[in-house]
Nanobody, 125 residues
Framework: QVQLVESGGGLVQAGGSLRLSCAAS????????MGWFRQAPEKEREFVGA????????LYADSVKGRFTISRDNAKNTVYLQMNSLKPEDTAVYYC??????????????????WGQGTQVTVSS
């Protein structure tokens, strides 16, 4: 059974940091890019960033570039989202996703095959 399980969400003050984790299981993830998306209340799900299987390629949304960093540990089948300098507008449910893509170029949610259940991130002003 394929599973992606996010953890690490919570409440943080503006300017603070959080690190989200996403543990993947249930299949071989070779050549699967891992992406992070977020969805705020009454808004569409939006792309945050992605990382290739090798970790050599990353892609970020302009809104988080320079503040968020994605990394992965393939030995642990885990991907991380380090979020620094958080802003109230970063408040959302954050989802990790997996899609077959060697270069981590996919930014559309429909391009990803597997999804986690999401973890809430709330940034207070």
């Amino acid at each position: 059974q394929v599973q992606l399980v996010e953890s690490g969400g919570g409440l943080v003050q503006a300017g603070g940091s959080l690190r989200l984790s996403c543990a993947a299981s249930g299949r071989t993830w070779h050549n699967y890019a891992m992406g992070w998306f977020r969805q705020a209340p009454e808004k569409e799900r939006e792309f945050v960033g992605a990382i290739s299987w090798s970790g050599g390629n990353t892609l970020y949304a302009d809104s988080v570039k320079g503040r968020f960093t994605i990394s992965r540990d393939n030995a642990k089948n885990t991907v991380y989202l380090q979020m620094n300098s958080l802003k109230p507008e970063d408040t959302a449910v954050y989802y990790c996703a997996a899609g077959f893509d060697t270069l981590a170029t996919m930014t559309g949610s429909g391009e990803y095959d597997y999804w986690g259940q999401g973890t809430q991130v709330t940034v207070s002003s």
